[in-house]
């Protein structure tokens, strides 16, 4: 006798519905969640970090933060990215001084440009601030704020560092933007706020950081309203507006965002104002880092005696105020996106 088969389809597939019904794939719930933070070696500073994160983010923790007071504020030079032997601003007004030349043939004979043109930046930058700013200014005015944008894009395109032979925006570091992108997961706002200049940052910081133009706060020049030829125009003049530096970068903060950080991040110096006046708003839990370069051999090794970057009173105060003091060297399984893990 044939079995009867017109049956035999369904019936298997209920036995093979009750069969799953009492047999469940069972997940793994010892699987891990993914490292938020994947270039950061497991330690102290990794931890430390997290911890803050998952306290200030956790409804029933008696350290939450509400989401509209999640503010974190970066530098960017030494901080997002390398700014050795020189800051990479400065390089792009060195590049635009030789770009600009043609049309100025007085500067064959004028300092500081003579010997921007015959490659002595010694000499060119032994005027100090005054030189520097006298190269800024030329460089960074007499133009619109449309043509400056773009001549900031086309130079980033283009221009290599002298020592990796990368383009600058390449020479991100990597941990760092992981850290930023974990913030923004868990509700946070990040900002720069820099002593670069704010025009000059704006075009490509989204692309590098994540973070869109409105949320960057720099040094700044005058800009004039007029129009050209019936456009209407802004022409950036050469005076100074506001410089985001040292003490300046608090004041930056308080006019520019409103609120006061509850995360802050350096690594000279020059950002010390803004985390000690992080660290002592009192009211929710604090957060101060330093970015320590100690990586000769995949960056550079400076702090104390420095040029550019000098951290002396930072490293000093970092204990009293339980400010983390991030080791470049041990901290970091890379420093750029480029870098192999170590």
């Given at each position: 006798m044939k079995p009867n088969t017109k049956f035999a389809t369904p019936v298997l597939v209920v036995l093979s519905l009750l069969v799953f019904a009492f047999n469940p794939v069972q997940e793994n719930k010892n699987t891990a969640p993914p490292d938020p933070l994947p270039s950061w070696n497991a330690g102290t500073s990794k931890k430390a970090i997290i911890d803050f994160v998952?306290?200030?983010?956790?409804?029933?923790?008696?350290?939450?933060?509400?989401?509209?007071?999640?503010?974190?504020?970066?530098?960017?030079?030494?901080?997002?990215?390398?700014?050795?032997?020189?800051?990479?601003?400065?390089?792009?007004?060195?590049?635009?001084?030789?770009?600009?030349?043609?049309?100025?043939?007085?500067?064959?004979?004028t300092q500081p440009f003579q010997a921007?043109?015959?490659?002595?930046?010694?000499?060119?930058?032994?005027?100090?601030?005054?030189?520097?700013?006298?190269?800024?200014?030329?460089?960074?005015?007499?133009?619109?704020?449309d043509v400056f944008e773009k001549t900031v894009k086309d130079w980033m395109k283009t221009a290599t560092h002298p020592k990796t032979k990368k383009h600058y925006n390449e020479m991100i570091y990597q941990p760092m933007v992981e850290l930023l992108k974990y913030l923004r997961l868990?509700?946070?706002?990040?900002?720069?706020?820099?002593?670069?200049?704010?025009?000059?940052?704006?075009?490509?910081?989204?692309q590098a950081y994540g973070i869109p133009p409105d949320q960057v706060?720099?040094?700044?020049?005058?800009?004039?309203?007029?129009?050209?030829?019936?456009?209407?125009?802004?022409?950036?003049?050469?005076?100074?507006?506001?410089?985001d530096d040292k003490e300046g970068k608090?004041?930056?903060?308080?006019?520019?965002?409103?609120?006061?950080?509850?995360f802050t991040a350096g690594n000279s110096d020059g950002d010390y104002a803004m985390l000690e006046w992080t660290s002592t708003?009192?009211?929710?839990?604090?957060?101060?880092?330093?970015?320590?370069?100690t990586d000769a051999e995949r960056e550079w090794a400076y702090d104390r005696a420095s040029h550019i970057g000098k951290l002396e009173?930072?490293?000093?105060?970092?204990?009293?105020?339980?400010?983390?003091?991030?080791?470049?060297?041990?901290?970091?399984?890379k420093i750029y996106a480029f870098d192999k893990m170590k």
């Amino acid at each position: 006798m044939k079995p009867n088969t017109k049956f035999a389809t369904p019936v298997l597939v209920v036995l093979s519905l009750l069969v799953f019904a009492f047999n469940p794939v069972q997940e793994n719930k010892n699987t891990a969640p993914p490292d938020p933070l994947p270039s950061w070696n497991a330690g102290t500073s990794k931890k430390a970090i997290i911890d803050f994160v998952t306290k200030t983010t956790s409804k029933d923790s008696k350290d939450f933060i509400p989401v509209a007071d999640r503010i974190a504020c970066f530098d960017n030079d030494g901080t997002l990215w390398s700014e050795q032997p020189m800051y990479f601003q400065l390089a792009f007004a060195i590049d635009q001084v030789k770009a600009m030349a043609p049309q100025h043939p007085e500067w064959k004979t004028t300092q500081p440009f003579q010997a921007l043109l015959e490659d002595d930046i010694h000499t060119a930058l032994a005027g100090g601030e005054k030189a520097i700013g006298q190269i800024l200014m030329t460089t960074h005015a007499g133009m619109t704020t449309d043509v400056f944008e773009k001549t900031v894009k086309d130079w980033m395109k283009t221009a290599t560092h002298p020592k990796t032979k990368k383009h600058y925006n390449e020479m991100i570091y990597q941990p760092m933007v992981e850290l930023l992108k974990y913030l923004r997961l868990n509700g946070y706002k990040t900002f720069i706020v820099s002593g670069g200049g704010v025009d000059f940052m704006r075009p490509w910081v989204e692309q590098a950081y994540g973070i869109p133009p409105d949320q960057v706060v720099g040094s700044s020049g005058k800009v004039k309203y007029e129009s050209a030829n019936g456009k209407p125009v802004l022409i950036k003049l050469p005076e100074i507006n506001f410089i985001d530096d040292k003490e300046g970068k608090p004041v930056g903060i308080h006019q520019y965002i409103g609120k006061r950080p509850v995360f802050t991040a350096g690594n000279s110096d020059g950002d010390y104002a803004m985390l000690e006046w992080t660290s002592t708003a009192g009211g929710y839990p604090r957060f101060g880092m330093i970015v320590h370069h100690t990586d000769a051999e995949r960056e550079w090794a400076y702090d104390r005696a420095s040029h550019i970057g000098k951290l002396e009173k930072g490293l000093d105060d970092a204990p009293k105020y339980n400010w983390l003091v991030v080791d470049m060297k041990n901290d970091w399984k890379k420093i750029y996106a480029f870098d192999k893990m170590k």
